[in-house]
Every structure is written in C-alpha cells, then in structure tokens.
C-alpha cells in the first residue's frame, strides 16, 4: 500500500485513538475549540491535560514538519490583502464554532461517533457552507 493511503489512515486511527482516550479517561470532547476556549475563558478548569494536548498538537506538527518536509508547501510571502482575508477567516471562524457550541473536530469526530443528532447537523453546515464557500471563491469572486 502506498504512503499516500497509510499515512491518513494511520493519522485517522491516531486521532480516533486519542479522542477516544480522552473521553474515557476524562469525559472530555476532543474539540479543539472547547480546549483552547477554556484555557483562555475567565474560569480556568483541567488546565494541564488541556495543555498537555495543545502541546502534543504542535509537537506533532512540528515533527511531521521535521519529518516530512514535503507535505507542506513552500511559504509564499503574504500581501495585505490576503492577510485581512485570513483573519477575517479566523475571526469567522471563531464565531461560528461559539455559535454552534463546537468545532469541526468536536462535532465531526467525537459527536458523530457518539451519535449526536446536534452533531450530525453542525457537522453537515459545515461541510454544506465549505463547499458553498469553495464555489463563490472560484466561480463567482
């Protein structure tokens, strides 16, 4: 089997694994959203596992950046113009995972598996809306 087959589906087992451990371990979703949102909230709870799993995220990253340097793009210098489309992006972002209760990972990965109906359908907006957003971006914009 080709690297290109192995390595997602190892990374799916992996992040399965460990979304799977935390709930069990601590009844916690793994939703990046609610990990982060605490650490930064005015009420700070289960600081060190939320820490621990932050770092664990960059660590990975980081050592898939040392490890494999091919799967990540050469970096292109950013214009002003892009730079505002990124944040306005993330800010976006930022609201629709308060709004929804959750992000991507803790309603796509850890709700869905759980079989919750409110996951299913924030799961579905989100892949509706990118999907929409693709669209305007290439063939309307």
């Known amino acids: 089997m080709s690297s290109s087959i ?33 650490l930064l909230g005015p009420i700070r709870e289960d600081v060190s596992w939320r820490v621990l799993f932050l770092g664990g995220l960059l660590t990975g990253g980081l050592l898939l950046a040392w490890l494999r340097p091919s799967g990540f793009p050469a970096s292109v210098p950013l214009d002003p113009k892009q730079l505002s489309l990124l944040v306005g992006a993330g800010l976006l972002v930022g609201f629709g995972s308060q709004l929804g209760n959750g992000c991507t990972s803790g309603h796509g990965v850890c709700g869905i598996s759980r079989g919750s109906m409110r996951s299913i359908v924030a799961t579905l907006t989100f892949m509706a809306t990118g999907a929409l957003t693709v669209f305007f971006v290439r063939h309307v914009f």
Do not use: E, M, N, T
Request: overall charge positive.
């Open 6 to 38: 192995v390595l997602p589906l190892l990374g799916g087992v992996l992040i399965g694994l460990s979304a799977s451990l935390l709930l069990l371990a601590h009844g916690r979703v793994a939703g990046i959203s609610g990990v982060v949102g605490a």
